[in-house]
């Protein structure tokens, strides 16, 4: 040993700071102070990982549940049927006084329209409708067979059981209820067609749309000469 100070490594690694005296002390950052948390959020932490997540899955869950019993009234997002073409067509060639809705009251609105037959057979129109109540109500008419097993009647009624009359507008109308599908029907045989109000909605309501069929003109087939 030669006495001398070993010189300073430039190459070695610096020397933790052990903070003991006589050293040279380096920037620290202060020590970062105590969160302080809800005893609600420290009891789930302090659960564990397991207890998290199944209280994350229960919140998660709970607003799943709030979204689906949220009452909807967008309309829009219904769809809505424009029956004017059938409805034309139909008192084109139909061989009985077609009749058609008139005035229905505020949130009723057509959701279906179907027009089926020809001029050598029996024509039939199927107009579903969305109800204020927002049930179906169907109106069905046609020159078809109206009674027997199988015919008009027993079909759009889904063979619903007699269930009273009701008085609108001066007209008797006959009531059927097929109760398992909870599907009431009033029937009304006009001179050459039968018209059937059915589906889901109540009588009162078909009462609505019974009240507010008017027969509809045909269309004039003859030319307007010209002078």
Known sequence: MDGREPADDANAPDAPDTGAPGTTATATRP???PYVVSPSVYKRLMSGL???????????ALVGVVILITPRHNESAMPHADYSSDLAGL?????????????????????????SGHGRGPISWHLGF??????????????????GAGHFIDRM?????????????????????????KQRSLIH????????????????????????????????????PVG
Not at 50 to 60: D, E, I, R, T
Not at 138 to 147: G, I, K, Q, V, Y
Not at 157 to 181: L, M
Request: hydrophobic share 35%.
């Open 31 to 33: 020590p970062e102070g």
């Open 50 to 60: 397991p207890g998290f997540c199944m209280a994350l899955v229960a919140s998660l």
């Open 91 to 115: 008192t084109a060639v139909a061989p009985y006084q077609v009749l058609a809705p008139q005035g229905l009251p505020q949130r009723w609105f057509a959701t279906s329209t179907r027009l």
């Open 130 to 147: 969305s109800t204020p109540s927002k049930e179906y109500a169907a109106l069905e008419e046609s020159n078809e067979t109206p009674d």
């Open 157 to 181: 009624t889904s063979q619903g059981h007699p269930d009273g009359t009701s008085q609108i507008a001066g007209a008797t109308w006959d009531r059927r209820f097929r109760p398992d599908k």
């Open 189 to 224: 045989r006009f001179p050459g067609v039968t018209i059937i109000l059915t589906g889901t909605a109540s009588y009162e309501e078909l009462g609505v749309l019974a009240a507010a069929l008017k027969p509809q003109p045909k269309p004039s087939s003859a030319a307007t």
